[in-house]
């Protein structure tokens, strides 16, 4: 509930300013909901619902042809993801063509006149066409990536250099013997750091790259980096990772049901190459501000680790962040032009708890990608006005994140039959 | 709207109880302490994560389904078959009589009709 006392303190922070209010970022808890779209933003800013019943949206991305793309999680009609255009610039897509017949992913973007799109064991790309869905064969870029079900997902993103950078999530709780097995302890090492828990870089264009014989692991220690994103202000890959879930199911005896649910940390990392985040040896517990051994390997709770680089945010723990979105333009209010906004789809594991998290934050960070403030909300209403008490209550969940060549954000979900939001920012 | 924040309410309360529900009911004890995590304390399941339990074909067949499902998790005949992302470990280290108020638990709860089921069942599955 730090975000709460953040987010009020910057509030009246901006009121007693006065003259000072235009560099107040972020959204009062108690908000009120836009009926029309469901979800709270700050002061100047406007939603539409660009999009409605699309299908399980994943990440999304906003394309210079003026065409918004959708990864679906499952198939609509046979079709992995979907392409959307606002023809009369109302706000809302009037136009709607679904392609990647016989697959489904999660990763979507356009780089170098390309529009990529992952599926859970593939990367690959079509020539960016000048309007609408993709046509012919994609080139396969990545491949080799282990079929799972758990963190299979396998987001991308570009820096700019000609690398593609994807995240392998592992298919594993805390990397026990036991798949989550109470009383299984974690193995040293833990095997699936081999071709899971990182993020592997390959060129962006050269086709058909193996995972294990051509990428390369550019950071280790990660459970599931999902929001993953380039930050063209510090030219670095920043990160925010799913901690592990489970606290009190497997150690009661050292974790109540109020600490399991506020830990471990939802963790956000500036990466760099051979940056090890810390899994599953440890987590980090941002209450303590210190990285602590993780139970399965000997922690207790109170034991201090020094194995994993120590993240720039913790997060209340389960929260889930799903994306990760730096802007490029200018469209946006300048306190917000620099940071990392991170969507978070909401937690599952903070029972008998309220379940939380299902909201958009921004995360201020200076040109050089020193965070330089507290991180604050910037959407909100997601979930629907009740505590959510188990997460299938919650009406829409944040997923993907993009910038439209307008300025424009756009925000998906995957939930109720999918949607994705505009969001602009029109002044006082 | 109302209805949901009661049920928000009893949860809670049911937290704070905590230990003492064991007491009277070993099949929610248990549920809740192995099962609801997942599961959730309302069977609501997890959507695309863990399945929900409301009116499950499992739970209101033959006893075996849900001991199976209990023992053996995701390697269960049958099992990890639907849209669910995350696999499911196996309780075998639990006792028979344990297993038993759980699968009970399930089968006449969240919807379910399946009926009781004994130690007896499920030392017959092990």
């Known amino acids: ?428 | 709207m109302k209805v949901t924040n009661l049920v928000a309410a009893a949860a809670l309360a049911a937290a704070a109880a905590g230990p003492s529900l064991s007491q009277d009911n070993p099949g929610k004890a248990g549920y809740e302490a192995h099962c609801a995590v997942c599961h959730q304390y309302d069977g609501g399941g997890v959507p695309f994560m863990q399945p929900e339990l409301f009116a499950r074909p499992r739970a209101n067949g033959p006893k075996g389904g849900v001991i199976d499902m209990i023992m053996l998790g995701s390697k269960a005949p049958g099992a990890g078959q639907g849209e669910y992302s995350n696999e499911m470990p196996g309780f075998d280290f639990l006792s028979n009589e344990e297993i038993a108020a759980i699968a009970t638990y399930v089968r006449t709860n969240f919807e379910n009709n399946g009926g009781p089921v004994t130690a007896d069942d499920v030392k017959s599955r092990r």
Request: hydrophobic share 40%; aromatic share 10%.
């Open chain 1, 1 to 428: 509930m730090k975000a709460n006392i953040f987010g009020a303190g910057l509030l009246i922070a901006s009121i007693a300013g006065g003259a000072n209010a235009a560099s107040t970022i972020g959204l009062a808890e108690d908000a009120p909901v836009d009926p029309a779209t469901g979800i709270s933003l700050p002061a100047g800013f406007k939603a539409t619902v660009f999009a409605d019943e699309i299908g399980q949206a994943r990440h999304i991305f906003a394309a210079e042809n003026g065409w918004v793309y959708v990864a679906l999680r499952r198939p609509v009609d046979g079709n992995g993801a979907v392409a959307l255009n606002d023809s009369d610039g109302d706000g809302v897509a009037d136009n709607r063509e679904y392609f990647a017949a016989g697959m489904q992913g999660t990763g979507v973007a356009v780089h170098d006149g390309h529009l990529y799109y992952s599926t859970d064991v593939a990367v690959m790309r079509w020539p960016l066409p000048a309007a609408g869905a993709p046509e012919g064969d994609a080139t396969i870029i990545a491949e080799g990536f282990v079929p799972e079900t758990q963190h299979a997902s396998k987001n991308i993103d570009f820096d700019e250099s000609g690398n593609l950078y994807v995240n392998v999530g592992a298919p594993s709780n805390a990397c026990m013997r036991e798949m989550r097995k109470k009383g299984s302890p974690g193995m040293r090492p833990c095997p699936l750091l081999e071709k899971y828990a990182g993020i592997w870089r390959f060129d962006a264009a050269k086709p058909n790259q193996d995972q294990m014989a051509d990428g390369h692991r550019y950071s280790t220690g990660i459970r599931n980096g999902l929001a993953m994103a380039w930050n063209p202000h510090a030219d670095a890959l920043y990160m925010a990772q799913h901690g592990r879930d489970q606290f009190a199911s497997f150690f009661p005896e050292m974790f109540t049901n109020e600490q399991s649910a506020e830990l471990p940390s939802e963790e956000f990392h500036r990466l760099s190459d051979g940056y090890d985040a810390g899994w599953p040896y440890s987590y980090y517990d941002h209450e303590q501000g210190k990285r602590m051994v993780m139970p399965e390997y000997g922690g207790d709770g109170k034991t201090e680790s020094n194995e994993g680089e120590t993240p720039l945010v913790g997060f209340p723990g389960h929260w889930a962040p799903n994306d990760m979105l730096f802007l490029n333009g200018d469209a946006m209010p300048e306190a917000y032009q620099k940071g990392a906004f991170i969507a978070f789809h909401g937690s599952w594991n903070r029972a008998p708890l309220p379940q939380q998290g299902y909201r958009v934050v921004y995360v201020p960070l200076d040109a050089d990608g020193n965070v330089s403030g507290d991180w604050v909300t910037f959407a909100n209403g997601f979930a629907g006005p009740d505590p959510v008490m188990s997460p299938r209550n919650a009406k829409h969940r944040p997923m993907g994140l993009a910038e439209g060549p307008d300025g424009a954000i756009y925000i998906s979900s995957l939930m109720s039959g999918g949607r994705v939001w505009k969001v602009t920012y029109e002044g006082n």
